[in-house]
């Protein structure tokens, strides 16, 4: 008899074990399928110029890129140092063929596969090559060069698929919005017809290969293009009342802002030469910080406003009025100011930050999805800028502990800021002090510009900034002490109900351990 149990205990060991071995692959089945949704989601990238007199190096780019979260680059090259950094990363990238290797990749087949060797099977998959865009906006910048795009576009997608990556990486190329006309109302929209020879086929090789369409859409250039029709509002995305939506008389659809007028437009030309199943990708958005007497509208408030805005929208997955159905994803023009661009000012000042790193002004995209978790609104700090003489900082110091009314009891002899002692660590502890007591306010980081905002959190060893998470990390803690028990009744409710196999994986071996000894004195 107790043999007959004791078969029967090491049988239920058997099977239990049995769920374990089982459990770990479900677990990575599980977790590759997630990967995939996500993949499929509409995101916000940004694109990466490099007419930045203090780019920094490709190692530090891509931990910046990983410190504001974002997952999504378009490079406009094939730049080896910035693709040898991403690897090992999550961020997808789209690198580009300059304009000027147009006719070599069209005109030769070997050229194409060399291209691809030498930039995308050299990377990838270490490196998540996502995209090829061949050229910018080449129907219109150099209209002799039309011809070469489809060429072009089908010899590297021969080379990939002979690479066996045409699944994984698209090919197309980024145009302006000018090749279509009369965009509103957008269902009145068709592409030049002067266009149509070069288009219609590029668009049926979209079709074929599911790739999308992609398009460079400023809203602030309709704007200023056609001041007094196209309201300020309209083009930032601010909330309207119904009165002042857009509306298409002839499907009677709602547009409550440009960019989704200009993303329908592009559907509405696509349906035009009977092409329905190609999606749009916005390779270029965005909105200037500053300009000259003749660009009054680019400035930091109305960057800040369209680019959050668009951040919110995409996220919220809404769709457009057409295709509701269908979020575009974006990329912002871009990540830092091209300070070596020519005139006019705007070109110079497309970017969300410096090229130091700092923002160029401050996004209000807190709780907006994964992009920008560590956002320039809620972790941004106020410190001192190298270069400047002692006097000029202590004068400065001595204005925000004094009629400032910074907090600066942290810098005092034998505080936790007090090390190191000098006049640059304790200014930027009273600059950061004043900046965060202000709420961060425009022009609190100034101190007659010895100071300035940065998204490195300045704290070290025990001495905490006054604007640091780790500040609020404590806090929480308090907080979630001190939780009610209806409160904790419900938590427990949503983490049994969130368990996953991951879960049975851990706690198993340590129930069996714990009722082992009980089995086998019942069993025996």
Known sequence: MANSKLLFLIHILFLSFSTLAEAEPLQ???????????EKLPFVGVNIGTDVSNLPPAS????????????????????????????????????????????????????????IDRNVVAYYPQTLIAGISVGDEVLTTVPSSAPLILPAVESLYNALVASNLHQQIKVSTPHAASIILDPFPPSQAY???????????????????????????????VFMQNKGVVPLDNALFKPLTPNKEMVDPNTLLHYTNVLDAMIDAAYFSMKNLNITDVVVLVTETGWPAKGDSKEPYATKDNADTYNSNLIRHVFDRSGSPLHPETTSSVFIYELFNED?????????????????????????????????????????????????????????????????????????????????????????????????????????????????????????????????KKVSNKTKEVVNSTVSSSAGEKFRLKTFNSIKISAIHNILPISLAACLPTLLLVLL
């Open 28 to 38: 990575s089945l599980l977790k590759d399928r997630n990967e995939e949704e996500e």
């Open 60 to 115: 530090d780019l891509v931990a910046f890129l990983q410190l504001q979260k974002i997952t999504h680059v378009r490079i406009y090259d094939a730049n080896p140092d910035i693709l040898k950094a991403l690897s090992g990363t999550k961020i997808r990238v789209i690198i580009s063929v300059p304009n000027n290797q147009l006719l070599a990749i069209g005109s030769s087949n070997a050229t194409a596969a060399s291209w």
């Open 191 to 221: 592409f030049n017809q002067t266009l149509v020879s070069v288009i219609l086929p590029f668009l049926q090789f979209l079709s074929r290969t599911g790739s999308p369409l992609m398009m460079n859409l400023y809203p602030y250039y």
């Open 340 to 468: 070596l661009r020519a005139p006019p000012v705007s070109e110079a000042n497309w970017g969300l930050f410096y090229g130091n790193s700092t923002p160029a002004y401050l996004l209000h995209v807190s709780g907006i999805g994964t992009f920008m978790a560590n956002d320039t609104t809620n972790q941004t700090y106020c410190i001192a800028m190298d270069g400047f003489d002692l006097k000029t900082l202590q004068a400065a110091l001595d204005w925000a502990c004094g009629p400032g009314r910074a907090n600066c009891s942290e810098i005092q002899p034998g505080e936790s800021c007090y090390q190191p002692n000098n006049v640059k660590n304790h200014a930027s502890y009273a600059f950061d002090s004043y900046y965060q007591k202000e709420g961060k306010s425009q022009g609190t980081c100034d101190f007659k510009g010895v100071a300035m905002i940065t998204t490195t959190d300045p704290s070290h060893g025990s001495c905490i900034f006054p604007g640091s």
